[in-house]
Every structure is written in C-alpha cells, then in structure tokens.
DNA sequence: TCCTCAGTTCTAGAACTATCGAAATGTTGG
DNA sequence: CCAACATTTCGATAGTTCTAGAACTGAGGA
C-alpha cells in the first residue's frame, strides 16, 4: 500500500471531487485560472454563499484546490500537481 | 466541460473513492487480482459482511471495479480503464 | 466615518451514509 | 435433500453532510 499520509490525502481529495457541486467547481478552475467567490458562485446554479464557502473549504483543504487572496478578492486555481497525482481527469 | 455521462460517473467514482474503507478495498485491488468478498474482509480491520457488501456495491456501481462470479464466490477487480481515467493514482 | 461588497461562521433542519445484526438467498458438496 | 458457506437484503441507529439564512468580519471607496 502506498503512504498513509498520502493516501489520507486521496481520500479528501476524493471525496471532494464526490459531490457534484466541487466537481464543477474543480472543472471550471481547471478551465479558466483565478476565478474568484463571486465569480464562481455565478457560474453555478444558484448556491448561497455560505454553500458555496463550504464547498471550496473542502476543496482547499484537500489541498486540491489553492486560494490567494488579492484586496478584497480571494482568487481560486487548481493545484495541478495534486490533481495530476490523483485526478488527471480534471485537466483533460 | 466534459461531457456531462461522463462527469456523473466521476462523481460516482470520486464518491466511492473518497470514504477510507472503500479506498482501501481499491489498493487492496490493484495490487492483488481476483481477490473474492471474504478474502477481502479478511484484510480489512473487521468490517461486518453487509457493511462489506454495500462498499462493493458502491465501487462496482461506479464501474470501477468488476465483479465476476465463480462457482460461489464472487471475484473482484479494478477496472483498469476506468482507474486510468479517473484515478490513475490507484495504479501508481 | 459610513456604506458596500467579498467572504466566513453559526445554527439548524433535512437528507444521506456507515455500520451492525439478523434474516434471507443462492450455491456447492456430501 | 441437507448442511455449510458466500453474499445480499432488511431494519435500525448514530453520525455526517448539504443547504440555507442571519449575523459577522474585513477591506475599499465616497
């Protein structure tokens, strides 16, 4: 078996990707960089913004998912070394 | 964005990924073939047969794993095609 | 300072999931 | 046919997760 470490990591990556919502968001990060809250809520299908906090909580901290902040703005990007490791499939 | 058949069973595989027991059931896979539901058990800290048999059926209802029936047992297998797709870590 | 906008936290209900034990189903060997 | 074994289904329960609204924090602009 591989790491404990790293496969506990698998695990929250994983089970991040399993919901349907964090898995359009990781794919519309996948397409297009820097997308922030707001930005990301309007793609989406009507999420109230505390839904949405939630979601991308889980994305980051899988680790899938990083966040910079800039102003008053926090932006979002696919971490690719860890979706190239777990998740390929969402840079295809 | 993908098509969307397909972002469903990504949810679907990512969801049966993302839960420690089934995880593990899925290294277990890849590293040994044709394992068969006890076999299985007996690897896994003492996992109830039903609580067994619903993590199967969730893994092989993603179409990650295969299940082949022999005489009375039930053979699993990772679906390499569909591992490769989605979660190639598997096979690392 | 005051207002607004971006994002988070808290709370709570509804829906879902993991787990088990017991009962059921199906298959093989005697 | 019967006993034994492999696996599934059922029913119940504890814990988790999704979701929203309301209240909150923090930064920037007027």
Redesign the interface.
Known sequence: ??DHQT?LQ???????????TR??IA??LS?ESDLCFTAIGEKLDSVAGSTLSHHLKQLTDSGLIDSRKSGSYIHYNVNREVAE?????LM?
């Open positions: 078996m591989g496969d698998a695990v929250k990556v994983y089970k991040a990707l399993g919901e349907p898995l359009k794919l519309l397409k490791k777990f998740a390929p499939y295809a």
